[in-house]
Nanobody
Framework: QVQLVESGGGLVHPGGSLRLSCVASGSIFSIASMRWFRQGTGKQREFVAH???????SYTDSVKDRFTISRDDAKNTVYLQMSSLKPEDTAVYYCNADVKSHLLANLESYWGQGTQVTVSA
């Protein structure tokens, strides 16, 4: 089994910055894609950012030029650096990872429990 644990959320003023982290642990042979999603109150969960194992990244339009996703494979960790935060960025942020538990295993998708980000004056 694999566990993903997010951290780094909190309350920040508009225009501020936060850095989220998500650490994967457990039975891990390799991690392919890692992603961040978010879900605001009363809204559907939405894609935020993606990074593959070649460090190719993609973002939803609303966060481009403000958020940066990165990963440290030695630590099985994905980060989301968020800057110029807006009230509409308020949401629970979830990380998602595609993991192989051993060489011959298929990729399986895992989710973290989420971390709250609140942007408010």
């Amino acid at each position: 089994q694999v566990q993903l644990v997010e951290s780094g959320g909190g309350l920040v003023h508009p225009g501020g910055s936060l850095r989220l982290s998500c650490v994967a642990s457990g039975s891990i042979f390799s991690i392919a894609s890692m992603r961040w999603f978010r879900q605001g109150t009363g809204k559907q969960r939405e894609f935020v950012a993606h990074i593959n194992n070649y460090d190719t990244t993609s973002y939803t339009d609303s966060v481009k030029d403000r958020f940066t996703i990165s990963r440290d494979d030695a630590k099985n960790t994905v980060y989301l650096q968020m800057s110029s935060l807006k009230p509409e960025d308020t949401a629970v942020y979830y990380c998602n990872a595609d993991v192989k538990s051993h060489l011959l295993a298929n990729l399986e998708s895992y989710w973290g429990q989420g971390t709250q980000v609140t942007v408010s004056a």
